[in-house]
């Protein structure tokens, strides 16, 4: 069965941390890696990853990708308190009639002033 | 980027009524796609809606229970039937920016703000 795991669960740092959020898979017929963040309710697109080792940035975010390991990760650096939410990972693949995705449960973040 | 309406934001709901939930987009789009989010839980894949078929539904998902309408390539809605206390989640409606180039097929999901409800 095909499946994305996340840890850890929930994290709790300070402003200025380093973080690291994990995302592993096992899904057949693999088309991409999408790591979003969730606020309230709709989770916003971070980022997209296709290809291994090529790193996405964005501001303080990175994420890479390892398709042989089949695992990424999101790093987020000199944390702020904005950057308080669940970062959802989510694996894109060809499922059948159309492209679709599988969430994992995600990683509560929460920085503390 | 799409934008995407999507009402009612939140309900509270009576065991045994249906609710339905409705999705306007700002562009047309091939396929939609409504997703639940059970409290404490990931987001899971309810159906696809295409306009011009009927709705494509995931393991776990039936028509009766969620009924989805696609009468054009802007707007979707999807019922909850026959509501229990299980069907309390935040739904969202989602599409896909598949065609706007380098994005192409990527799954790369608009959400809407969701509806959360809550059946008592």
């Known amino acids: 069965e095909d499946k994305v795991v996340q840890s850890p669960l929930s994290l709790v740092v300070h402003e200025g941390d380093t973080v690291t959020l994990n995302c592993s898979y096992e899904v057949t017929n693999f088309r991409s890696l999408l790591w979003y963040k969730q606020e309230k309710k709709a989770p916003t697109f971070l980022f997209m990853l296709t290809s291994s080792g090529i790193e996405k940035k964005s501001g303080r975010l990175s994420s890479i990708l390892d398709k042989k390991e089949l695992f990424s990760i999101l790093n987020i650096t000199a944390t702020q308190t904005g950057d308080s939410a669940v970062y959802l990972c989510a694996v894109g693949y060809y499922g059948g009639a159309t492209n679709k995705l599988i969430f994992g449960t995600g990683t509560l973040l929460a920085v503390q002033p | 980027s799409a934008v995407i309406s999507q009402k009612p934001s939140r309900d509270i709901c009576q065991r045994g009524t249906s609710l339905t939930i409705q999705c306007q987009v700002d562009s047309q789009v091939t396929m939609m796609f409504w997703y639940r989010q059970q409290p404490g839980q990931s987001l899971t894949l309810i159906a696809t809606?295409?306009?011009?078929?009927?709705?494509?539904?995931e393991s776990g998902f039936v028509i009766d229970k969620f009924p989805i309408s696609r009468p054009n390539l802007t707007f979707s809605t999807l019922t909850v039937s026959n509501m229990s206390p299980e069907d309390s989640s935040i739904y969202l409606c989602?599409?896909?920016?598949?065609?706007?180039?380098?994005?192409?097929?990527?799954?790369?999901?608009?959400f809407g703000a969701g509806s959360r409800l809550t059946v008592l």
């Open positions: 809606a295409n306009q011009g078929s009927e709705a494509t539904y």
């Open positions: 989602s599409v896909d920016l598949a065609g706007t180039g380098a994005l192409s097929g990527a799954n790369v999901l608009t």
